[in-house]
Nanobody, 125 residues
Framework: QVQLVESGGGLVQAGGSLRLSCAAS????????MGWFRQAPGKEREFVAR????????DYAESVKGRFTISKDNAKNTVYLQMNSLKPEDTAVYYC??????????????????WGQGTQVTVSS
């Protein structure tokens, strides 16, 4: 079993910044990568970013490139999402998830094994 706990969400004005954290515990040694997803009301869950656990390679959704940065601390089993220049359209519940393999369609939520409970990010205009 793996437990993922997100934190750091909140209310921020457009143009502001937030830093999300996701702390992992349990069977973490099988992890290939960790990802961040988000889900706005009435919309499907969408990929935001991912980072490979060993090499630290990163991938981003086009909508967040240049504004968001994903990073990790292996010793703390924690992944971060630094979000800058936030826009109202970034408003959503943000989830972290882990993947045990590398998939070509790594943006698909179905490719991730365990999920956190989510943290709300609200960006006001």
């Amino acid at each position: 079993q793996v437990q993922l706990v997100e934190s750091g969400g909140g209310l921020v004005q457009a143009g502001g910044s937030l830093r999300l954290s996701c702390a992992a515990s349990g069977r973490t040694f099988v992890r290939y990568a960790m990802g961040w997803f988000r889900q706005a009301p009435g919309k499907e869950r969408e990929f935001v970013a991912r980072i490979t656990w060993s090499g630290g390679s990163t991938d981003y959704a086009e909508s967040v490139k240049g504004r968001f940065t994903i990073s990790k601390d292996n010793a703390k089993n924690t992944v971060y999402l630094q979000m800058n220049s936030l826009k109202p359209e970034d408003t959503a519940v943000y989830y972290c998830a882990d993947a045990w393999r590398n998939y070509r369609d790594y943006m698909a939520p179905s490719k991730y094994n365990y999920w956190g409970q989510g943290t709300q990010v609200t960006v006001s205009s």
